[in-house]
């Protein structure tokens, strides 16, 4: 087995590519939310795409403070009558959750064949890098144009 393989065949791995569901309204995001701030327990460990996944979970004022910040972020920059740009394993008992960035939208639907990266997860276990997971040919290409000269 590759290096590879054992990262996406990692417990975070599965969780993220696994059913989620969407949250579609603003009220049933309300209730998740407040499903979220009654487990911080300080298991959650906070992963925004694009920097380095933590290696810790986050502190409960950490995980606190995210909660409120994504949550009025969500709801000032995606005005939407519809949320639509979070999914949770279970909306009764969330354990992962993957939120989009409302102010980078522009490939959400996946039309261009390649699944869009979240702008951040939660979750219960160690979070692995997605992007470096990502197949993104554009950096590929440019590794192999730097290594040919």
Same mark, same amino acid.
């Given at each position: 087995?590759?290096?590879?393989?054992?990262?996406?065949?990692?417990?975070?791995?599965r969780a993220c590519?696994?059913?989620?569901?969407?949250?579609?309204?603003?009220?049933?995001?309300?209730?998740?939310?407040?499903?979220?701030?009654?487990?911080? %327990?300080?298991?959650?460990?906070?992963?925004?795409?694009?920097?380095?996944? *933590?290696?810790?979970?986050?502190?409960?004022?950490?995980?606190?403070?995210?909660?409120?910040?994504?949550?009025?972020?969500?709801?000032?920059?995606?005005?939407? %009558?519809?949320?639509?740009?979070?999914?949770?394993? %279970?909306?009764?008992? *969330?354990?992962?959750?993957?939120?989009? %960035?409302?102010?980078?939208?522009?490939?959400?639907?996946?039309?261009?064949?390649a699944p869009p990266?979240?702008?951040?997860?939660?979750?219960?276990?160690?979070?692995?890098?997605?992007?470096?997971?990502?197949? /993104?040919?554009?950096? /590929?290409?440019?590794w192999w144009q730097?290594?040919?000269?």
């Amino acid at each position: 087995m590759t290096t590879t393989d054992k990262l996406n065949d990692s417990a975070y791995q599965r969780a993220c590519n696994g059913l989620l569901k969407g949250i579609l309204r603003w009220p049933e995001l309300d209730t998740v939310w407040e499903r979220l701030h009654h487990r911080n %327990d300080g298991g959650w460990y906070i992963y925004t795409i694009g920097r380095p996944p *933590p290696s810790a979970p986050a502190s409960r004022d950490e995980y606190g403070r995210f909660l409120v910040e994504v949550g009025q972020r969500l709801r000032d920059e995606h005005r939407e %009558d519809y949320c639509g740009i979070v999914y949770v394993d %279970d909306p009764e008992e *969330p354990g992962f959750l993957k939120i989009y %960035d409302p102010g980078n939208l522009g490939m959400v639907c996946g039309s261009s064949g390649a699944p869009p990266l979240p702008g951040w997860t939660l979750s219960r276990v160690a979070p692995d890098d997605l992007e470096a997971l990502a197949l /993104r040919p554009g950096k /590929r290409r440019h590794w192999w144009q730097r290594f040919f000269g």
